[in-house]
Nanobody
Framework: QVQLVESGGGLVQAGGSLRLSCAASGLTFSNYGMGWFRQAPGKEREFVAAIGWTGDSTYYADSVKGRFTISRGNAKNAVSLQMKSLKSKDTAIYYC?????????????WGKGTTVTVSS
């Protein structure tokens, strides 16, 4: 059974930092691209950052470029999101995502989320 478990969320003042972690189990972690999405109250879930299965390729939403850094440790089956210079608009539930594609098929797994609240 695949499990993605997020941790590290909390309450932080604007300008502060947080580090989110996602522990994966039940999958061959190094085969999966990993990412983070977030969903603010009343809004749709949106992409935040992603990292390729080797860790060499990273992608970021424009809204977080230069402030967030995604990394992974394949030996630890974990992916992290370092968030700096947090803004009130970063307040959301952050979800870990793991995805793999084979031909025309795509499989995605989601964690249950961790809440980040940025106070202004």
């Amino acid at each position: 059974q695949v499990q993605l478990v997020e941790s590290g969320g909390g309450l932080v003042q604007a300008g502060g930092s947080l580090r989110l972690s996602c522990a994966a189990s039940g999958l061959t972690f190094s085969n999966y691209g990993m990412g983070w999405f977030r969903q603010a109250p009343g809004k749709e879930r949106e992409f935040v950052a992603a990292i390729g299965w080797t860790g060499d390729s990273t992608y970021y939403a424009d809204s977080v470029k230069g402030r967030f850094t995604i990394s992974r440790g394949n030996a630890k089956n974990a992916v992290s999101l370092q968030m700096k210079s947090l803004k009130s608009k970063d307040t959301a539930i952050y979800y870990c995502n793991g995805g793999i594609s084979e031909g025309i098929l795509t499989c995605n797994f989601w964690g249950k989320g961790t809440t980040v609240t940025v106070s202004s």
